[in-house]
């Protein structure tokens, strides 16, 4: 399959909509597929009302048929199209956080939905993306818009349109390449059906900004690494990992490089995560730097491409720093852990 590719500049100003998308609106109304910049990883988009468009969502990612989608709207009156109930709590959130990277899970209308972006469940997530270019194209497309992560499954989600070409180019009908996302992580998934709402995944709203606007707020314990099966169908998958394997440090720079100078013995091409503070002090085959660990944000915006670099320089084995589990820390340690498959190296059962 031929793959469109527009480029458009979020920055210029058309009144809130970009001629450039009319061809990509076009091919989602025709229920094909197409990739678009949100403000925190490009999402590949299809018609979420058509099984015939979901479908092909799940073939070009290789995505399993259990692990239901996000639906992205552009207006609030699409929400109740497609919500059976809204919840106080999700009406609260929505003026807070929409546009904006936060995901709410609530129970679905019967009929409003193709049953493939469920996988079956009665709650359907829902989310407004704060882009200037994914609200024109939904507009433009006059549908709600079913759009995972736009990566194979399994690997580093996209930050960068090149991403997205490297995983689906010939399988899907088009990219609209917006330029640099800007979080860098993905939605958090909030499921507000429950009385105390549950963080099914962590992502660009924190539980702390959460907890500000409606009080308490549960994790899921499936995120807790206790074993507890996660309840977002797509938390238990293997995912965002590179083709090298990913160890966790736990401990400080000096053992960090022990770590990589063991391996480097061994004759293993060695790569490592550091940040800006700590990459001096670090010496590795391929040294990335992820961001500043005194701006978390800025590791979250570079993650995806720093796990994604390793493997056009061909490393045998990545060691990475960890960060602290508060704020956007806690989406960060999530893809982290799951990139590593919670692999930790620890320094106090080492020395
Ligand atoms: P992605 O589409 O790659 O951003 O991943 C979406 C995440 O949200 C996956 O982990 C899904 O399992 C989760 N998710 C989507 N819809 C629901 C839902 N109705 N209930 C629980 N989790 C959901
Ligand atoms: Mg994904």
């Not at 993905?186 to 099914?200: F, G, H």
Request: proline residues 6%; contains cysteine; hydrophobic residues 40%.
């Amino acid at each position: 399959m031929e793959t469109k590719y527009w480029v458009v500049d979020k920055t210029v100003e058309n009144s809130g909509s970009y001629p450039q998308l009319a061809e990509a609106a076009q091919l989602l109304k025709e229920k094909q597929t197409v990739a678009f910049p949100t403000e925190t990883v490009y999402g590949l988009g299809a018609d979420a009302t058509s099984d015939e468009a979901v479908d092909k969502i799940f073939k070009a990612k290789g995505r399993p048929s259990d692990n239901p989608l996000i639906v992205h709207i552009a207006e609030e009156k699409q929400l109740e199209e497609l919500a059976e109930e809204i919840p106080e709590t999700a009406k609260v959130l929505m003026k807070a956080f929409w546009p904006g990277p936060l995901t709410l899970v609530v129970k679905v209308k019967k009929g409003a939905l193709s049953k493939k972006v469920t996988a079956g469940l009665d709650t359907v997530g829902i989310r407004m993306p704060r882009h200037p270019v994914a609200l024109a194209l939904i507009r433009l497309a006059g549908l709600p818009i079913a759009a995972p992560s736009a990566n194979r499954s399994g690997k580093p989600s996209p930050t960068l349109a090149r991403h997205v070409r490297e995983d689906l180019a010939g399988k899907i009908a088009g990219i609209v390449d917006g330029g640099e996302t800007g979080v860098g992580v993905e939605s958090t998934v909030l499921d507000v059906t429950a009385k105390v709402p549950v963080i099914l995944r962590p992502g660009g709203v924190t539980k702390e900004q959460l907890e500000e606007r409606i009080g308490k707020v549960r994790l899921d314990p499936g995120l807790k690494g206790t074993g507890a099966r996660p309840k977002a169908p797509g938390m238990k998958y293997t995912h965002y990992a590179p083709n090298a394997p990913v160890y966790l440090v736990d401990g400080s720079t000096a053992f960090m490089q022990q770590m990589i100078d063991a391996h480097r013995k061994k004759g293993e091409v060695t790569g490592a995560i550091v940040t800006e503070e700590t990459s001096g002090e670090i010496r590795a085959d391929v040294v990335a730097v992820c961001g500043r660990r005194s701006s978390l944000e800025t590791v979250a915006r570079h993650l995806y491409d720093t796990l994604r670099s390793f493997d056009a320089q061909k490393v045998d084995v990545i060691f990475s720093e960890i960060f602290p589990r508060e704020g956007i820390g806690r989406a960060i340690m999530n893809r982290l852990e799951k990139a590593a498959g919670h692999r930790y190296v620890k320094e106090k059962d080492v020395q």
